[in-house]
C-alpha cells in the first residue's frame, strides 16, 4: 500500500514554455503532499507543501510564480513550471503520507526535467 | 528549527562486511520520529526503517538496524552482511510530530553515498 505515482519520469522542453508534472496517491488520501528538486549527488530540497483545497506553502527563495502547485483533490497534486528556464533543469520529486503517523513517507519516482 | 547533519559523506564496505553510517540531528522537541531513506541510481526513494523517538528499543529491519541515542540526539544505520545491491546513497531524516497527521515535512541531511565493493 501507500503508492505514490509521478508523471510524466522524464521531460526535455524548449525555454520559455511551461511544463506540468502530475504527483498521485494511488490507494490512499492525501490531504497534504511534498515538493522537493533534487540536484545531482546532493540531498533534497523541499520546494513547497501542497495543501488539498488551499494555496501552497512555499519555502523561502521558491518563486511562487514559477514553479506554480495545485491540488485540487485528495488524490492528485500538480508542479508547473511557468517560462522554464535551462536553470530550471532538475530531478523534482513528490511525496505524500497516508493518515497516521506510523507511516514514513513514500516518493514518487520522480521527474527529469531539461530544459534547452 | 531541526537539523539533521551526516558527516560520512561517502563511505565503502566490502560485500559481506557491515558497515555504520552516522546522522546526528538537533531538536527542541520530544517527540519526533527519524528515517533513513535509500536513494539507489534509479532515485526512488525507499523507506529503509524507521524510529519512534518515544521508543527506546532500537529499530531493526532484517539486516539493517540502528543505533538510537536520544540524549546524544544520534541516529546511526547499521548495515550487516552488506551486497550489492546496498549501493547507494543514504539519507537520514527527521520528522516533527508537533502538528500531527501528515502535514509535518522531512527533514533531510545531506547524505552518505555508500559503494559497495565485491
Known amino acids: 500500500g501507500a503508492v505514490v505515482s509521478q508523471h510524466p519520469s522524464r521531460v526535455i522542453c524548449k525555454s520559455g514554455t511551461s511544463v506540468k508534472i502530475e504527483c498521485r496517491s494511488l490507494d490512499f488520501q492525501a490531504t497534504t503532499m511534498f515538493w522537493y528538486r533534487q540536484f545531482p549527488k546532493k540531498s533534497l530540497m523541499l520546494m513547497a507543501t501542497?495543501?488539498?483545497?488551499?494555496?501552497?506553502?512555499?519555502e523561502q527563495g521558491v518563486e511562487k510564480d514559477k514553479f506554480l502547485i495545485n491540488h485540487a483533490s485528495l488524490t492528485l497534486s500538480t508542479l508547473t513550471v511557468t517560462s522554464a528556464h535551462p536553470e530550471d533543469s532538475s530531478f523534482y520529486i513528490c511525496?505524500?503520507?497516508?493518515?497516521?503517523?506510523?507511516?514514513?513517507?513514500?516518493f514518487g519516482s520522480g521527474t527529469r526535467l531539461t530544459v534547452v | 528549527a531541526q537539523t539533521v547533519t551526516q558527516s560520512q559523506p561517502e563511505m565503502s564496505v566490502q560485500e559481506a562486511e557491515t558497515v555504520t553510517l552516522s546522522c546526528t540531528y538537533d531538536t527542541s522537541e520530544s517527540d519526533y520520529y527519524l528515517f533513513w531513506y535509500k536513494q539507489p541510481p534509479s532515485r526512488q526513494m525507499i523507506l529503509v526503517i524507521r524510529q519512534e523517538a518515544y521508543k527506546q528499543q532500537n529499530a531493526t529491519e532484517n539486516r539493517f538496524s540502528v543505533n538510537f541515542q536520544k540524549a546524544a540526539k544520534s541516529f546511526s544505520l547499521k548495515i550487516s552482511d552488506s551486497q550489492l545491491g546496498d549501493a547507494a546513497m543514504y539519507f537520514c531524516a527527521y520528522r516533527s510530530l508537533k502538528y500531527g497527521g501528515a502535514t509535518n515535512k522531512l527533514i533531510f541531511g545531506t547524505g552518505t553515498l555508500l559503494a559497495v565493493q565485491p
Open positions: 501542497s495543501n488539498e483545497g488551499s494555496k501552497a506553502t512555499y
Open positions: 511525496s505524500a503520507s497516508p493518515s497516521g503517523v506510523n507511516y514514513g513517507y513514500t
